[in-house]
């Protein structure tokens, strides 16, 4: 019933910014926090960067400086602008929204996946 819908990945080289956005449909009353994550080949799956709904933020340590996660909470909608990336960044990144209350449950949803690729 609850959707998360991301856009954004591709191929991009070395230094190079993408923006990935992810949005949350359905009937929602209210999100605590939405995140991304990622998990590249041969990789536990880790975390990257989360916002709550009060605009508290949290990163990690790999991408401090380089990556900036926002949030749209009236569209229910997290963005992750990724600048100065580099080819560890490549990995499937999957948005994460926590605590998520509607009618019939408060749960996390996960999205499907964009790939991230940094090459030359």
């Known amino acids: 019933q609850v959707q998360l819908v991301e856009s954004g990945g591709g191929l991009v080289q070395p230094g190079g910014s993408l923006r990935l956005s992810c949005a949350a449909s359905?009937?929602?009353?209210?999100?605590?926090?939405m995140g991304w994550y990622r998990q590249a080949p041969g990789k536990q799956r880790e975390l990257v960067a989360a916002?709550?709904?009060?605009?508290?933020?949290n990163y990690a340590d790999s991408v401090k400086g380089r990556f900036t996660i926002s949030r749209d909470n009236a569209k229910n909608t997290v963005y992750l602008q990724m600048n100065s990336l580099k080819p560890e960044d490549t990995a499937v990144y999957y948005c994460?929204?926590?605590?998520?209350?509607?009618?019939?449950?408060?749960?996390?949803?996960w999205g499907q996946g964009t790939q991230v690729t940094v090459s030359s």
């Open positions: 994460n929204a926590d605590r998520v209350l509607t009618l019939q449950a408060l749960r996390a949803y």
């Open positions: 359905g009937n929602i009353f209210s999100i605590y926090a």
């Open positions: 916002i709550t709904s009060g605009g508290s933020t």
